[in-house]
């Protein structure tokens, strides 16, 4: 039994390169996106971490 097998034309394979290449651009912007809201949370972080050193400073003052 002979294998099938497909040719795909040239409209087809360039359709198939510009999904993958969609694809791909589409994952990097998931990745930009991702690592711009990990930097924002860590600011956050950063933020309520010197704000709760601050409230700690002046109960320390005022008690």
């Known amino acids: 039994m002979m294998p099938i097998t497909k040719q795909y034309s040239d409209n087809e394979q360039s359709d198939a390169d510009n999904l993958l290449t ?12 991702k690592a711009d ?10 933020d309520a971490e010197y704000h709760c050193a601050m409230m700690q400073k002046y109960k320390l003052k005022y008690e």
């Not at 969609?22 to 996106?33: I, P, R, V």
């Not at 809201?37 to 950063?46: E, F, G, M, P, S």
């Open 37 to 46: 809201q990990d930097t924002k949370v860590q600011c956050l972080a950063a």
């Open 22 to 33: 969609e694809l791909n651009q589409a994952k990097l912007k998931l990745q930009g996106f």
